[in-house]
């Protein structure tokens, strides 16, 4: 059965792989090049020694290799594929062909069919994930150290570094599976089952991409109005910021303009901050703290996890009581 599962998904199993592989290789070759350079500039043992003069090196870093490109953001939507191309054919694609029925008919009944198929592309889910997200944090590794010295804001709370690390690659990539075998066994049509994959999987992650950060209740805190300084602390994820008055009143940009503004020619208007300081002008965030990156993870991850239990459990269900 594990050989004939082979034959009929290697195609599938080898391109996920290859695509896989493909990204870890790019992160290890990229990651080597940041250490190298942060070697040669010092940037390293000066972070490693928790040295306070760490700036100019870390924005040398930073202007040499930038932050976290755009398009990981697309490489986040990763998982997505594993419910479109692996979860929605698994069973509608036999039960569309008709192959289902000679496969029922042998020694292997629907129940032990299913369930080598399900482990099989399980297996796959949870290598991928675990390379993905040890990949991803392995690239991530220098910028998570200048981040936690206060030198810039990349760090693993933010997207699409939390959607690539710890153990959320492995709850998108399940409930997308997950997500597409059920709509592949209930519709029992290949395309429209990666469609409803496409549209769930959507319409569930998204939402949770936002709540996720707020099922903690966020800190607040303000601080002074000072060039490069922001209140809330390293590594902390700023959801909003805003401004307020020396007795916290909040007040919008344009108050701020209308008390401390001063021409400059055909520029239009700047602030002097000298008067907001004198002015005890604060700026304000709402933040999540660093420490807060596992139980984060662990609620958006596990909402996501028992969705897909759920899921599994109807596909195994409408297969072994409805297909006919």
């Known amino acids: 059965m594990i050989a004939m599962t082979w034959r009929q998904h290697r195609a599938q199993l080898v391109i996920g792989a290859a695509a896989v592989l493909a990204w870890v290789a790019y992160m290890v070759i990229t990651r080597q090049q940041h250490a190298a350079f942060a070697n040669s ?10 040295a306070r003069s760490c700036g100019t090196l870390a924005a040398a870093f930073i202007d040499r290799f930038g932050g976290i490109p755009q398009v990981f953001t697309l490489i986040a939507g990763l998982p997505l594929l594993a ?10 694609r036999e039960v569309e062909t008709g192959t289902f029925r000679l496969a029922w008919t042998q020694s292997v009944g629907r129940g032990r069919w299913l369930t080598v198929k399900l482990a099989t592309f399980l297996a796959a889910i949870v290598v991928s994930a675990v390379l993905l997200s040890l990949s991803f944090s392995f690239w991530l590794h220098i910028y998570s150290q200048i981040s936690d010295a206060g030198y810039t804001n990349i760090d693993r709370l933010a997207p699409p ?15 997308a599976f997950a997500l597409g075998t059920a709509a592949g066994a209930v519709i029992r049509r290949t395309v429209p089952a990666m469609a409803v994959t496409l549209g769930g999987y959507l319409g569930v992650v998204l939402p949770l991409e936002s709540w996720r950060y707020t099922v903690l209740t966020p800190f607040t805190k303000t601080g002074p109005f000072t060039v490069g300084s922001m209140p809330s602390p390293p590594g902390a994820y700023t959801l909003s910021s805003g401004y307020a008055t020396a007795t916290g009143h909040p007040v919008p940009f344009s108050y701020l303009v209308q008390v ?3 021409p400059e020619g055909s520029h239009g208007v700047g602030i002097k901050l000298s ?30 996890v028992v969705v897909a239990a ?9 297969t072994v009581r409805r297909v006919r």
Not at 41 to 50: E, P, V, Y
Not at 161 to 175: C, K, Q, R, S, V
């Open 83 to 92: 419910g479109l191309f692996w979860g929605a054919p698994l069973i509608a």
């Open 275 to 304: 008067c907001l300081a004198a002015h005890g002008f604060r700026v304000s965030e709402v933040y999540q703290p660093a420490s807060r990156y596992w139980p984060l993870q662990g609620i958006y991850s596990g909402s996501l």
């Open 41 to 50: 500039i010092g940037l390293s043992s000066c972070l490693a020694a928790k």
């Open 260 to 262: 401390c503004g001063t």
């Open 161 to 175: 570094a939390f959607d690539l690390t710890g153990i959320a690659p492995f709850a998108t990539m399940l409930f």
């Open 310 to 318: 759920i899921l599994l459990g109807v596909a195994v269900w409408w």
